[in-house]
C-alpha cells in the first residue's frame, strides 16, 4: 500500500468519526456557531504550530489571500448548513449527500477550471443520485415529509458548498497560492463565520463545559482529516486518493448504527453501493 492511500484511509477513518459528531452535537440543541467557532480557533493554532515546527514560511501573496478568503468562507457555510441538516436527518444520509460533494466538483471545474466532462462522469452522477434517493426514500414518513425535503435540502446546499471549496482551493494553486498560509485563513474564516453565526442566526454567544468536550475533540478530527488529506495528495494521485477519502460516509454509517443513533437497513446498504460506485466513476477509476 502506498503513503498516499495510507493517508487517505486515516482521512476517512477521521471524517466519519468527525459526521458521527457532528450529528450528536447538533441533536443536543447546542450552538452551531460556536463549536465552528472553537474549532477554527484549535485549528488555527495548531496549523500555525505545525508551521513553526516543520520551519515552513507563511506567505501572503494575492492569489494565497483571494482564493484562500474564498475557500474559507465557502468550507465555513459548508459546515454550518450540514450541522443545520444534521438536525433533523440521519448521519447516513447527510454525510453521503455531503461527501458526493465530488459531484459539484466535477460541474464546477467543467465550468470554471475548463476540466473535460464525459460520458463516465454524467454516469457517475446518475448512480449518486441514486444512492440519495434510496436514503431518502428510507426517511419519508407522511408527518415530516416537508420537513425533511427542506434538510435534503440544505445537505445539498453544503454538498455544492464543500465542492466550491475544492474548486476554489485548486484555482489558488494553478495561480501559485501558498498551501499552509491558505490553510491558515481557511481555519481562521471558522473563527469569524462561527462568531458570525453565533451572534445572528443564533443570538447566543455561551461556552459550556460540554460545548468545550465536542470542540475540543472536533478539532483533534479536523486537524487530522486536513493535514492527512495533504500528505496523501502529496504523496498519491488526487484520482485516488481524494475519492477513498470521500468514502468517509460509509464509517460513518457503521459507526451511527454501532452506536444505536440509526438502524441498517437494506435500502441504505444498496445506498452506499451505489455511492461508491458513484464515486469511483467520477474519479475514472
Known sequence: MSYGVGFA???LLLTGCNDVLFKR????????????????LIWTFAQWSLAQIQETPIEFNNATLIFGLMAGAFVTLSNLLLLE???????SLGATIYRLNTIGV???SFVFLNEPFGWFKGFGILI???AVLFLYQGEISSSNQKQL??????????SFFRAAFGVSTKAGFLEGADRNSMLLIISSSWIVGGAVYALWRERRFRI?????????????????VTNFLMLALQYGDASIVIPIANMSFVIALLLSVTLKMETFTTAKMWAMAFAIVS???LAKL
Open 106 to 108: 466535477i460541474l464546477l
Open 128 to 130: 449518486g443520485l441514486i
Open 149 to 158: 425535503l427542506f434538510f435534503v435540502g440544505l445537505a445539498v446546499v453544503a
Open 25 to 40: 452535537y447538533s441533536t443536543r440543541g447546542h450552538s452551531r456557531g460556536m463549536l465552528i467557532l472553537g474549532v477554527g
Open 9 to 11: 484511509l486515516l482521512c
Open 208 to 224: 459550556t463545559w460540554e460545548k468545550t468536550r465536542f470542540i475540543c475533540l472536533s478539532s483533534f478530527l479536523v486537524v487530522g
Open 85 to 91: 441538516s444534521l438536525r433533523h436527518i440521519e448521519v
Open 279 to 281: 464515486i469511483l466513476c
